[in-house]
């Protein structure tokens, strides 16, 4: 297990960037770090892998891990850390690449390794271009495969998709997680994409103002955000003035509401009118005026500009989140 305790970092002794930061990652554990540019998500992971003196204590179960102050070379062998740059040998083959640090006293073991992991991020039939004939994203499933060579007992990623196209990304990121699984390595994944947080990880923490802002199961997150701040991060949010929904209601209480959770209805109460539609392949959003407040909502369909509507919200909604 991994623990932070009171974990504060400053990278100028003034201006904190985390502050009294505590975490328990469990074996194999899956725990994605969200949060606005800037929060601090790369620097937890540097800090995680030992590249800052901290104040405040990271265990590896009971034993602390000590920062470069202690350690000639920074960083832990047990974990790897994979960083936004790739570092890769340009003149060496995807597969010289993936194998550098892996034993040749045993080369059919290690070919039969570096096979494995190019398989798991699609590489295999690159496995001979030189690192330098690689696009960014080629490079960084190379990178993604060499973290993994030595199985570490955990992977700290920063964001690990960010140079692959979306097509790609989808299948390797299932490949790639449910390989982690298996080996019941863990993980804790900085990412801008909801995608990594809502469908792969078992925890997720928000960043936020140098804290940890929140911190629950990825669907209890989605479903009960605590704040806007925290849906936002999972896409479009509205937050709705309650009685602009709630008849009788008084007062300027606001409530959070997904799009996808607010439908059209002829016969209600609540009405809107329609000021634009956006096309998002599978739905539309729909952008319409409520009570003096924008609000989106989803449609199958775009409808028109000036359109007066009602919309329903469910009731049972409406209870939860105010
Ligand atoms: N080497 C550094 N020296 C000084 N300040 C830094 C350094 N690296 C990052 N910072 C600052 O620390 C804060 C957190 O940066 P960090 O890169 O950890 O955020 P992030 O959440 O990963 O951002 P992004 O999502 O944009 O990658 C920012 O204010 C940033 O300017």
Redesign the pocket.
């Known amino acids: 297990m991994l623990k932070l305790k009171n974990v504060s970092f400053s990278?100028?002794d003034e201006?904190p960037?985390l502050e009294n930061i505590h975490l328990r990652v469990q074996q194999g554990e899956h725990v994605s770090v969200i949060?606005?540019?800037?929060?601090?998500?790369?620097?937890?992971l540097?800090i995680i892998y030992g590249l800052f003196d901290v104040e405040g204590g990271i265990y590896r179960n009971e034993e602390q891990l000590l920062g470069p102050a202690f350690n000639l070379v920074p960083g832990h062998d047990f974990m790897k850390y994979l960083a936004?740059d790739f570092d890769l040998m340009p003149p060496l083959s995807v597969a010289d690449n993936v194998g550098k640090y892996l034993s040749n006293m045993f080369p059919v073991k290690k070919k039969k390794r570096v096979m494995e992991l190019l398989e798991v991020v699609e590489m295999t039939e690159l496995k001979d271009v030189k690192a330098k004939n690689l696009s960014g994203g080629q490079q960084q499933r190379v990178a993604l495969a060499r973290a993994l060579a030595k199985k570490p007992e955990i992977i700290l990623l920063?964001?690990p998709f960010s140079h692959i196209d979306q097509f790609r990304k989808n299948n390797l990121r299932r490949r790639l997680f449910a390989y982690l699984k298996k080996e019941n390595i863990s993980c804790i994944v900085?990412t801008?994409d909801s995608t990594d947080a809502l469908s792969f990880a078992d925890n997720t923490i928000v960043?936020k103002n140098h804290k940890v802002y929140a911190e629950a199961p990825p669907e209890e997150l989605y479903k009960n955000p605590p704040n806007a701040y925290v849906a936002s991060l999972f896409g479009e949010v509205n937050q709705v003035l309650l009685k602009s929904i709630k008849p009788g209601e008084k007062g300027r209480k606001k409530i959070i509401l997904y799009p996808e959770e607010i439908s059209l209805k002829d016969k209600s109460a609540i009405k809107a009118q329609v000021k634009n539609s956006y096309f998002q392949g599978n739905v539309w959003l729909i952008e319409g005026r409520l009570d003096g407040q924008n609000i989106f909502f989803e449609n199958d369909s775009a409808l028109e500009k000036g359109m007066s509507i009602g919309l329903e919200i469910s009731e049972e909604l409406i209870k939860s989140r105010s």
């Open positions: 990278y100028d201006n960037v949060g606005e540019s800037g929060c601090g998500k790369s620097t937890l540097k936004q920063d964001e900085a801008h960043l």
